[in-house]
Nanobody, 125 residues
C-alpha cells in the first residue's frame, strides 16, 4: 500500500507560481510512474502531467498546462513535484498526485493504483 501526501497548495494571484509536492511512503517509489490530476468544482478529474518511473524519463503534459507547468521527481526523496508558473484562474482546482506501476494510458485517472488526499490551489483574477 502506497501512501501519497500532497502539499504546497494555496491562494495565489493570476500570473503567480506555486510548487506542489507529493511524498510517497513506498521505498520502491522509483518503480512507479507518477501523475498529477486536478478536479474543479462540478467538473470531472482531469489529467495535468505525468512522469515515468525514472528521473530522466518521459514527461507528458495536458495541452492546457504545457509550457507553464513542470513535473519532476526526486527518487532519493520519494517525492514528485509540480512547478506551476503563470497561473490562471482556470487552474483553480484540487490537485491530486497518483501512482501507477505500469500503464500505457498514463493520462487516464482510472489506471492509477494510489491517490493522495489532494491539495487546494486557488488562483484569483
Amino acid at each position: 500500500q502506497v501512501q501519497l501526501v500532497e502539499s504546497g497548495g494555496g491562494l495565489v494571484q493570476a500570473g503567480g507560481s506555486l510548487r506542489l509536492s507529493c511524498v510517497a511512503s513506498e521505498r520502491t517509489f522509483n518503480d512507479y510512474a507518477m501523475g498529477w490530476f486536478r478536479q474543479a468544482p462540478g467538473k470531472e478529474r482531469e489529467f495535468v502531467a505525468a512522469a515515468s518511473s525514472w528521473p530522466g524519463g518521459s514527461k507528458i503534459y495536458a495541452d492546457s498546462v504545457k509550457g507553464r507547468f513542470t513535473i519532476s521527481r526526486d527518487n532519493t526523496e520519494n517525492t514528485v513535484y509540480l512547478q506551476m508558473n503563470s497561473l490562471k484562474p482556470e487552474d483553480t482546482a484540487v490537485y491530486y498526485c497518483a501512482a501507477v506501476v505500469s500503464t500505457r494510458r498514463i493520462r487516464t485517472a482510472g489506471e492509477y493504483d494510489y491517490w493522495g488526499q489532494g491539495t487546494q490551489v486557488t488562483v484569483s483574477s
